[in-house]
């Protein structure tokens, strides 16, 4: 093709025909920037192509890694749905001897509540999606950055009350029960008023908590349906 033009070029030329000789040439040169405007367009959209198939690939971990999250809330929302009226009857019964089944309901309460430990959830995926620049901003950005917050503001609160019941709990616990069995051996070193002040300041840990826990459940549930429906167009 490129030797025809050469051809037709040098024949226009030797004729002195110059005027059609421009006119060709303007031909020929439209010709090429159509030829590249197409090429560029191709081009484009094989990137485009690339892109969502990326974004696609990261919103399936990004979705796998959210079920896996809902997993550590399904297992903990039991206690937290819980919590205030369970340490209500613990208080209750460790101040007052006459309540009945005494000593199975602080031991029940205060097993469940050593039971409770740091939560750590997955969110590489979430992160990587939202530092994604060449993604764009999309409808699920908003919602995306508000699960990101609620992690991060339920694993500060974990800490806060983990280290609180490591410091403050279990090191008066250790002389009052067997932390193996879980059996009472002092129930009258949990009597003690310095030791229920302890429960009462961390039954106000543990609501924050809770609050923040079924914020966070709904929120993640929210992003599973929003995911599910993205996944499937």
Request: aromatic share 8%; charged share 25%; proline share 1%.
């Amino acid at each position: 093709m490129i030797s025809l033009f050469r051809k037709i070029r040098q024949q226009l030329l030797r004729e002195n025909r110059i005027t059609r000789y421009l006119v060709y040439a303007l031909g020929e040169i439209f010709l090429v920037v159509i030829g590249i405007l197409i090429a560029l367009g191709v081009n484009s959209l094989n990137e485009q192509r690339k892109l969502k198939e990326a974004e696609r690939v990261l919103l399936q971990q990004v979705k796998t890694e959210n079920e896996y999250n809902l997993d550590i809330f399904s297992r903990n929302v039991g206690y937290f749905q819980n919590v205030e009226k369970n340490l209500l009857e613990m208080v209750n019964a460790l101040t007052d001897s006459s309540v009945p089944n005494r000593d199975s309901i602080v031991k029940s309460q205060l097993n469940s509540l050593l039971d409770i430990s740091k939560v750590d959830f997955s969110e590489e995926y979430l992160i990587r999606y939202l530092n994604a620049s060449q993604l764009g901003e999309n409808e699920l950005i908003p919602d995306f950055i508000e699960m990101k917050d609620l992690y991060q503001a339920l694993e500060l609160a974990s800490k806060t009350s983990f280290d609180y019941k490591f410091a403050s709990i279990l090191s008066w616990l250790e002389e009052a029960m067997d932390l193996s069995t879980g059996e009472i051996l002092n129930m009258e070193k949990l009597e003690n008023g310095v030791f229920i002040n302890r429960i009462i300041i961390l039954g106000a840990i543990e609501l924050d908590m809770a609050q923040k826990m079924q914020l966070g459940m709904d929120q993640a549930e929210k992003i599973d349906s929003l995911l599910t429906t993205r996944l499937i167009k």
